[in-house]
């Protein structure tokens, strides 16, 4: 009389051998045949960045001419490429000024071109900070800014030793007189003011754009730095609060003090920049730096616009906290409040670090379970009981930032990286089980959550896990493969050991 | 050899899979997917479905006072009660006994539940509102409160009780009884019948209906904790009826591997209280016995379709039967 649903589990092993046996293969033939390394390793990270120009046209003829950076201390560029259909480009080395030029006969509406650029970091090169100074241009100024210039040039100088001390003096004069400041970035900006300024004294300087990489950005833009020479070397001055030095993260996208982008024929432009860490052999760079490294990345996630891949480094990470709630659950045994919200907090944890994901999270569902209690009084239907802790969820994370930020811990703004309406389901559904079980069993299921989500996290921010999961896509189908023979498993979990002990006990 | 055999005496991993202990992954799989087609979940889940089922097939159910299945309709709650006095309210697709609110008796307006506790007319709407709007029900989904009359308990299980009534529950696979318990409601499981919520679980020896093991929290009991009366005198009455009715709901739903609750009604005798497709494993604990075995022989009988209930309850009062250790 029981239909019976389909026994025979050949079929699945079937599938899984067939899974393993194809992501091994992806995984070691990319090893193998484009030498990919097993384990990451600091000395050969390249950073590959990519320009997206976005703009419209008019449809007239349009000529596009973009900075693009060049090798310097810290930095060495192995290739660079473009995507640009229909486009004619040029490369144009205008002394120092690298730019490259992109023309068409016609186009109108929406365009996007790419240019994307690998740098390679080399550590040992970029504490020499040497590069041919700009000349020094001279300004005549006239009334009122007269006055003020000569007045903060000569404080400054007062004050300083040297080029690097001057303008560390200057740039605290220009935050301090407040209204001279005023009256001279009403022309120009703060930054051309200063390099002004500085060349007034005899110093040579200029303005140079810089880009802050960090592994896995999207959207980032450029930020302005004031370049100072002293002789052949120079320092990188932040133009607002006068600290020096350079990042090792800070590359210099544009220092001739030129443009950006220049665009004939279209308006609306706009320039966004993606940033991924990429782990290559060092053997290939050295040896066929350009134009074959592109071939040998084809076969994987490597060959997506740059945008799109820093999406997948965190995507392609899911599944290792899939598993490990998989085993959790099966292998283990421990309950969790939903099934895989771990995984989204431990997702919500590699952007707010541990400590303060815990503690927001504690905050956070606390908070919430005083404010769900109360509405719990008031005899409100389940849709509308749920909108409103997730109305409070928001303004709980909008009060917590406002405070942090307020208190000056910086780490406080994190909090907005935490899933507002898993959070809400969190707070629900511990409210209902402490209204039915106690809280006993609220700590339970919560504490099981945190404690698989924290494991999840610590195995995602591995960065031997990291690496191996973005550059070998094959790995997904080991992990397809496992997830199914988990599903497979028969026997107890260890959870169960304990619950059945009083059963063996004795005997 | 000697390994496996080291393993099977001196692992608890071992012993468990020696004693045939069913593990929850293994009865997911092997069972409740295997024997239980996704289609006729509903039937189960849907206890206001279950029900009309069993009138169908002629299977005793508590009566049914009323449906209340929209807010609009919360109010009528007070009339279709104000006959009646004692009734309960369940949520048609709660699981694992939540939701469920008893009424007593009602006196001049003042609602009491079992344990003496007062409520107003309003707390009782609002719990109907609460059932309505999926509180208690599986993922949320929106429900209706069903309203049925009170199960008045035989006097065989009074001294074994407190507050709640003592169900039976047994576990039919292919439509032969397997395993069976009682539970029964104390004190510290606030007067609910569910064993992880501290309620008493005495394992029932499948050919009499005798008490076989106690156990309360996971320990071995010998008592009832809160009436102090011996567990070993107890005796499930209308044994045979017992089992024949919960054969009778394989035959009604095709489950093929069911959890059966029943209760023994003073008048009516044994009546369906709720069928459970994924019933718990703590079966086995107060039996003190693994179902692998059971299942396993189960499962070697040829077209189980064949045998009439008669012979099946036949079958498992000759092969489940066990020894008291009370």
Redesign the interface.
């Known amino acids: 009389m029981s239909k019976s649903v389909s026994s025979n589990r050949v079929p699945l092993y079937i599938l899984v051998l067939g899974l393993l046996t194809a992501g091994l293969f992806l995984t070691f033939y990319r090893h193998y045949v484009f030498d990919v390394p097993w384990l990451p390793d600091a000395k050969r990270q390249i950073w590959s960045i990519e320009a997206k120009i976005e703009f419209e046209a008019l449809g007239q003829p349009v000529k596009l001419s973009l900075a693009v950076p060049d090798s310097q201390p810290g930095f060495e560029r192995v290739s660079e490429h473009t995507a640009s259909p229909g486009y004619g480009l040029a490369f144009v080395d205008e002394g120092a000024k690298r730019r490259a030029e992109w023309s068409v006969r016609e186009a109108s509406g929406r365009q996007t071109l790419y240019y994307q650029v690998d740098m390679l970091f080399d550590q040992e090169n970029f504490d020499d900070m040497v590069a041919d100074p700009p000349q020094i241009e001279t300004v005549t100024y006239a009334g009122p800014e007269e006055t003020a210039v000569t007045q903060l040039l000569q404080r400054a100088r007062s004050r300083s030793a040297d080029a690097f001390t001057m303008t560390r003096e200057l740039i605290a004069e220009f935050n301090n007189e407040s209204q001279l400041a005023q009256l001279l970035v009403q022309q120009k900006s703060r930054e051309r003011r200063l390099v002004e300024m500085l060349n007034l004294a005899g110093i040579p300087a200029r303005v140079v754009q810089t880009l802050y990489l960090e592994d896995g950005r999207r959207r980032q833009s450029l930020v302005s730095y004031l370049q100072v020479f002293s002789g052949e070397e120079y320092a990188l001055f932040n133009p607002q609060t006068g600290q020096q030095g350079q990042l090792a993260n800070q590359l210099l996208w544009e220092q001739n003090s030129g443009s950006l982008l220049d665009l004939v024929g279209g308006r609306d432009s706009r320039v966004s920049f993606s940033i991924i860490a990429q782990e290559v052999p060092a053997s290939r760079i050295y040896q066929e730096k350009v134009a074959h490294l592109k071939n040998a990345m084809d076969f994987s996630i490597h060959s997506l616009p740059l945008e799109e891949q820093t999406m997948f480094k965190g995507i392609l990470l899911i599944p290792v906290g899939v598993l490990v709630v998989v085993m959790m659950r099966i292998l283990v045994g421990i309950r969790t409040s939903g099934t895989f919200m771990p995984v989204l907090i431990a997702l919500a944890f590699i952007q707010t670090t541990l400590i303060t994901g815990l503690v927001g999270f504690f905050l956070i569902v606390g908070i919430g379970l005083v404010i769900r209690s109360y509405l719990s009084r008031h005899n409100l239907l389940l849709v509308a009981r749920i909108s409103a802790v997730i109305i409070s969820v928001i303004i709980i994370i909008a009060v917590f930032s406002i405070l942090a930020y307020g208190l000056g811990l910086a780490e406080g703004l994190k909090v907005t990286f935490f899933p507002m309406i898993i959070l809400s389901w969190t707070i629900e559904r511990m409210s209902i089980l402490w209204e039915e079980e106690g809280a006993k069993e609220v700590f339970a299921q919560g504490g099981g959550s945190l404690l698989v989500a924290v494991l999840a996290y610590l195995v995602m921010i591995n960065p031997i896990i990291r690496h191996l999961m973005f550059n070998f896509i094959g790995l997904q189908l080991v992990f397809m493969a496992l997830v199914l023979m988990c599903g497979n498993y028969t026997g107890y979990r260890l959870s169960e050991l304990r619950r059945f002990k009083p059963l063996v006990q004795g005997n | 050899m000697n390994l496996l055999q080291y393993w099977r005496e001196n692992t608890?991993?071992g012993?468990?899979?020696t004693?045939g202990?069913l593990?929850?992954?293994?009865r997911n799989?092997?069972y409740i997917?295997?024997?239980?087609?996704r289609s006729l979940y509903p039937l189960v889940d849907d206890k206001l479905k279950t029900k009309n089922l069993a009138i169908e097939h002629g299977v005793n159910v508590p009566d049914l006072i009323g449906v209340i299945d929209s807010?609009h309709d919360v109010p009528k709650i007070a009339r279709i009660t104000d006959a009646v006095p004692g009734f309960c309210i369940k949520p048609a697709k709660g699981s694992g006994g939540?939701g469920i609110l008893v009424i007593d008796r009602v006196v001049d307006g003042v609602y009491y539940k079992t344990n003496g506790q007062a409520i107003s007319l309003?707390d009782i709407e609002?719990h109907i509102?609460?059932i309505?709007?999926?509180?208690f029900s599986l993922g949320?989904k929106t429900d209706f409160a069903v309203v049925e009359s009170l199960i008045k308990v035989d006097d065989a299980f009074l001294q074994f009780t407190h507050e709640g009534v003592p169900d039976l529950r047994v576990i039919v696979f292919?439509?032969f009884p397997v395993m069976s318990m009682m539970r029964l409601s104390c004190a510290s499981s606030k007067g609910k019948a569910n064993l992880h919520?501290g309620a008493v679980g005495v394992g029932i020896s499948m050919d009499s209906g005798k008490a076989v093991r106690a156990?309360q929290s996971?320990?071995?009991v010998s008592h009832h904790p809160d009436t102090k009366q011996s567990l070993g005198d107890l005796v499930v009455p209308q044994w045979i009826a017992m089992l024949e009715l919960a054969c009778a709901c394989?035959?009604m739903t095709?489950?093929?591997y069911l959890g059966v609750d029943l209760v023994l009604d003073k008048n009516r005798g044994p009546l369906l209280l709720e069928l459970n497709a994924r019933p718990g494993l703590s079966i086995?604990?107060a039996n003190?016995a693994?179902l692998l075995p059971r299942l396993r022989r189960v499962e070697t009988i040829k077209k189980?379709?064949k045998y009439p209930i008669v012979e099946r309850v036949a079958y498992s009062r000759a092969h489940f039967a066990a020894q008291s250790q009370l």
Request: charged content about 25%.
């Open positions: 608890r991993y012993r468990l899979a004693k202990i593990g929850m992954n293994c799989i092997r997917s295997r024997h239980n087609p807010q939540k309003p609002r509102s609460n309505l709007a999926g509180l949320g292919r439509g919520q156990v996971g320990r071995p394989y035959d095709g489950l093929g086995q604990v003190d693994g189980p379709e």
